[in-house]
């Protein structure tokens, strides 16, 4: 069963830096969009960030500027690179992506487990 692994999250203080990562554990033949998402305590889940097959990239209104998303295709992994965090970037920080587990066979929406992201002083 394949699934998305995420790692890298933790505390830090605002104005700091953390980098996610995430891969899939298991055997693919391809994937296409990858995404982070996040979700903080009583709210609604967000999309922060997208990156396609050929790297372009879309970012929320309240991260552009200070987080990058990034990827490795021939490790098959998606980074978020977060810089300057603030108070307000503490959520779960989700992995999606759309993964094409073989030839000819349609890609599907994979989720990770969450990691949880804490800035505070």
């Known amino acids: 069963q394949v699934q998305l692994v995420e790692s890298g999250g933790g505390l830090v203080q605002p104005g700091g830096s953390l980098r996610l990562s995430c891969a899939p554990s298991?055997?693919?033949?391809?994937?296409?969009?990858m995404a982070w998402y996040r979700q903080a305590p009583g709210k609604e889940r967000e999309l922060v960030t997208t990156i396609t097959i050929t790297g372009g990239t879309t970012y929320a209104d309240s991260v552009k500027g200070r987080f990058t998303i990034s990827r490795d295709n021939a490790k098959n992994t998606v980074y978020l690179q977060m810089n300057s965090l603030k108070p307000e970037d503490t959520a779960v920080y989700y992995c999606?992506?759309?993964?094409?587990?073989?030839?000819?066979?349609?890609?599907?929406?994979?989720w990770g487990q969450g990691t949880q992201v804490t800035v505070s002083s």
């Open positions: 298991g055997s693919i033949f391809s994937i296409n969009t």
């Open positions: 999606n992506a759309k993964l094409q587990l073989r030839p000819f066979v349609i890609s599907e929406d994979y």
